[in-house]
């Protein structure tokens, strides 16, 4: 399988990334969570998982992980990310 990886600016700013289709693993699964854990190297409540999902917000919820359901307004995205000292 050759490599993906997403070509979003953003991106390139992530020291890593979980690619679901490289890992054969997806959303809501709590195995993708629990994974990314275990690579980022950090407890799941030092995390914050944004997603437009209402399942995979609830999963991410449920295994500790902070959580911002994003419902299309990239300024309360913002202002999450700012009050958490992200940006």
Do not use: C, Y
């Not at 997403?6 to 809501?28: C, G, N, Q, W, Y």
């Not at 500790?64 to 359901?69: A, F, I």
């Amino acid at each position: 399988m050759g490599l993906f990886r997403p070509t979003f600016p953003i991106l390139d700013h992530m020291r890593d990334i979980v690619i679901s289709a490289v890992e054969r693993l997806a959303k809501p699964d709590p195995a993708i969570f629990h994974l990314a854990a275990r690579r980022f190297g950090r407890p799941p409540e030092t995390m914050l998982f944004i997603d437009d999902n209402a399942a995979n917000i609830a999963t991410a919820k449920a295994l500790g992980w902070q959580v911002h359901h994003f419902v299309g307004d990239p300024d309360v995205l913002e202002a999450r990310l700012v009050a958490l000292g992200l940006l």
